[in-house]
């Protein structure tokens, strides 16, 4: 059973109630601004019951669907639940729960996919209208009312100072030891009144331990006993380890030249498998004493911390291996000496990025031979997740590297196409592109250098003959010769991704 006593404050005391009472206080219709960043802190018992009423008036005719804002993406429990009973009118701003994915692409689903760092602000401005109810996980509850943060901070402060309505989870399961792993900054303003964001280092503390909110707003209060659902990672493959190979290369190479420190800069890495690899990878590398600055803790960064390589992580939610999540709760009093959480506002914050000079690491769909890369779309049509943090990064890092196997669909598709289906990140933010086949290291080159590093170094063997011959003719065919292209042709590897896709689905 719960732990009651972690709820200490009497009015919040009073308020305790059913997950399902609590869901009856979401009217349909609402803008429901939800916890949770990539499968840490998000509400586990009133999103289900949410779903289940949902359904309840689907079947008797009813019209019932909400606008959820969350962090970023979250758990079958919360995403998963709601899409299956097509209860979404409007999800922001990153998921990547396959049924919500599947709504969204055959239409059923409106979906805003919205760099992190805007999100809070936006909620500020106004941009994305009113949020009626926010449904935020917690640890405690203090006797006077402050609220300690669970795994993940994300836009919580923000939600709980917008909404309307607050409805909390309280989480037993959640260590107590967690206390004093946050960094909850209050001093964000808006223009014309902004202030520099006072981050110097990784480590540096500029908020409050915990989540001040105004009680009267607070309508219910849940008591669980839940651990987080995250996505176990798969082992490096050889894939995976090639690319980490060819990064931690390129990192020493940078260092020998004298462009960066022996203990690097700050680290960013978006997650998955071949991210973590990369941050396995360092483990063996020569460098010592690293810091992060980054989105989320993942597996790769603990392994970091335990072997005393990296010496402090900052980030906005754990990303973990259901393994190294319950390790994380076990250890997490000892880590917080390592470790700070901060909201997504500021761990994705571009003038703090851009300060502590980033190497910044994330994943991509698609890369085209001038470097502009596409990280969001299948086919230029089709969402798979979303932009995420990666455009904050890329944008405003020190070196900006998006990693990705040469092929996908077990060879049928390349990686590397001769113009991007959908562009994310453009050729100017993009620094470093490596695949299994190797690196390309893009930085002060014109589009046609890149072009010829590009295919020469990443794209695989049976593709290279086919991007040679087509940058061969729009060198000789194009009416520009800046950034040669054959418009009508470009995208001539599409009808392979179709055939493969259907093929596979």
Known sequence: MPNASRILNPALRSKIMTAAEAAALIPPGANVGMSGFTGAGYPKEVPLALAQR?????????????????????????????AKVNGFAM?????????????????????????????????????????????VEVAAALEDGRLLPANSIGNNKTWLDQADKII?????WVNLGIDGMHDIYYGTRRPPDRRPVPINNPG???GDRYYNVDLSKVVAVIETDSPDRNTPFSPPDENSKRIAGHILEFLDHEVKRGRLPRSMLPLQSGVG???NAVLSGLADGPFEDLTAYTEVLQDGMLDLIKAGKMRFASATAVSLSPEAAVEFNRNVAELKKNVILRPQEISNHPEVIRRLGIIA???????????????????????????GGSGDFARNAFLSIFMTPSTAKKGAISCIVPMVTHVDHTEHDVHVIVTEQGLADLRGLSPKQRAKVVIENCAHPDYKPALIEYFNRALELSPGQHTPHLLHEAFRFLPDWKAAHAKSA
């Open 54 to 82: 949902i359904e309840a008036a689907h079947a008797r005719g009813e019209p019932f669907r909400v606008g959820v804002w969350t962090g970023a993406s979250t758990a079958p429990e919360l995403d998963g639940a709601l």
């Open 204 to 206: 540096d503390r500029i």
């Open 168 to 172: 909390l989870e309280v989480n037993s």
């Open 91 to 135: 999800r922001l701003p990153y998921q990547s729960d396959p049924n919500c994915r599947k709504q969204i692409n055959s239409g059923e689903m409106e979906y805003t996919d919205i760099h992190l760092s805007h999100v809070a602000q936006y909620a500020w401005f106004g941009f994305l209208g009113k949020l009626d109810v926010a449904v």
């Open 273 to 275: 498998n071949v991210a």
């Open 361 to 387: 690491m994330n994943g991509l769909i698609e890369a085209d031979i001038y470097g502009n890369v596409n990280s969001t779309h299948i086919g230029g049509t089709a969402i798979m997740n979303g932009i």
